[in-house]
């Protein structure tokens, strides 16, 4: 026999936690065919892994992709990272369904990247969507959730009340069509609008919708800070209540949790003791890059930069020296308790070294320091830094907020039920998803990241424990049943790295050293081959992405409801 591709020598990880071992493998027409003793195997392209590892492609369990991949369809960042599959429409986003009325308010939502020309918004069903997706080729497979936030957009915009009882049919009935076209279940983003004003029965009756279909739920929890404990538990009585898996996404205790990750750890075992499928993903980098305003009370944020502005100056009491407005937001932020915005707790609890600035637009001399710097620097209150960098420079300023414990990051990892995410999207370091460069070392560095870190030269998890984690695991949770394993009879979904030299480029981690040269959209050293549905994508021979997209837009099975 003659296979399209024989990967020769290799030291096969299968996926499902097994530890190495030498072998053949080969690929006939998008799937695995033969796996046998080194050597043995004859093809028309034979590749020498020359004892490098083979494993299934990576599957990204939680990522933001479902407009970039539009975008650029070759899905670069993810691909060279050895990822073949992006989950997408997670925390509660998903760019369909959408209707006529809402549309504007959707594509607002998405911010800059709606406007790009491939993002046509020719679609208004979850079927429509898929198809669009699917219509120009992707070098990546793609399994979408129905996000909570596009039912609630299209039936009541961004009303903060109950949905009515006809409402609440309406998104039940939008469900049903995104979970018959292929949705593999409902996510919620339950800190964003409209999000954080669903009631927890809202979202039971719509997880009731996702059980007809066998679908699961998958949550960015209603606080990963003060409320973190009461989230878990919201979540996992959402899953008990309308008899759906739960996956709680990217679920680290951010800064300001009460508790470290060993205490969510301890709900997610007590409920799988009960007999409750609860799992958990997460991704390793203890950092984000949003908008300096993001760390704003959630009322004031919304505003526009110029009535931002004027807000935070209030003139009148400007003149008395210490600014009454300012003083108020001070304390709505040191006294929040609300589920918000994870960052914010840095604010709250004067964390100002930990807050980097990464881009201002009219301020280009405060870009990589903190704000505690800045605050030594001038002589003032790192609150009144911090109100001063929004009024010169509106919604136009991020900064890099270091947030997350490390420690709780290691201790995510070694959980047998916590599977690896990037929470980044499909980017490119050219193109539109290049300008302005984003801070997003996740999208380019999560998977080699992890087994150069965590499984080379600090190990917290076996080799094999890791790719369970990146493989099996997360194909297991989405019921890819032919993916996330190397055994013949799979889709050809295969990666082939070599752990001496694999390096995460994209790693401008903490502290941040400015300028950021190594500013993250570098793509990995030491993936070296993969294969997408029997398709090469990556050619390690050249070091480059072939260009060709043969992805899948995945999409769920039980598409009848029972
Ligand atoms: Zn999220």
Partial sequence: MNFDFVLAHGKILDGCGNPWFWGDLAIQQGRIVEIAPPGTLRGRQVIDADGRFVAPGFIDVHTHSDLSLLVNRRAESAVRQGVTTHVIGNCGMSPAPIDEAQL?????YWGRISDQPEVAWNWRTFD???????SGGLAINVASLAGHAALRMTVMGLDDRAPTLSELDRMKELLSGAMEAGAFGLSTGLVYPPGCFASTEEIIALCQVVARYHGLYASHIRGERETILEAVAEAIRIGREAGVPVQISHNAPKFGAPCGATANLRLVEEARARGQDV?????????????LADGLPQHVQERPAAELA??????????????????????EIVSDRRPAFGPAGLLKHGQWHRITLLHASNSPEVVGKTIEALARERGQEPFDVYFDLIVANGHDADAIFDYIDEANIRLLLQHPAVMI?????????????????PYSPCSYGEFPGVLERYVRDQPVLTLQEAIRKMTSFP??????????TLRPGARAD??????NRIHDRATNLYPHTYPFENYPHDYPEGIDYVWVNGVLVVDGRSAQHTGHLPGRVLRHRASTPT
């Avoid at 295969?494 to 752990?499: A, E, G, Q, T, Y």
Wanted: hydrophobic letters at 40%; a negative charge; glycine letters at 4%.
């Fill in 128 to 134: 429509e969507y898929l198809r669009a997706l699917q």
């Fill in 494 to 499: 295969v990666v082939v790295f070599d752990l």
């Fill in 310 to 331: 004027a807000l935070l100056q209030d003139p009148a009491a400007w003149r008395a020296a210490k600014s009454r407005v300012r003083r108020q937001i001070r304390e």
């Fill in 104 to 108: 504007a308010e959707m594509r607002q």
């Fill in 279 to 291: 799992t958990v993903d997460n991704d390793v980098h203890t950092d984000l890059a949003p908008a």
């Fill in 421 to 437: 995410c990037s929470d980044g999207d499909a980017l490119a370091p050219y193109g539109f998803l290049n300008d302005p460069p």
């Fill in 475 to 484: 194909a297991q949770r989405f019921g890819l049943w032919d993916r996330g």
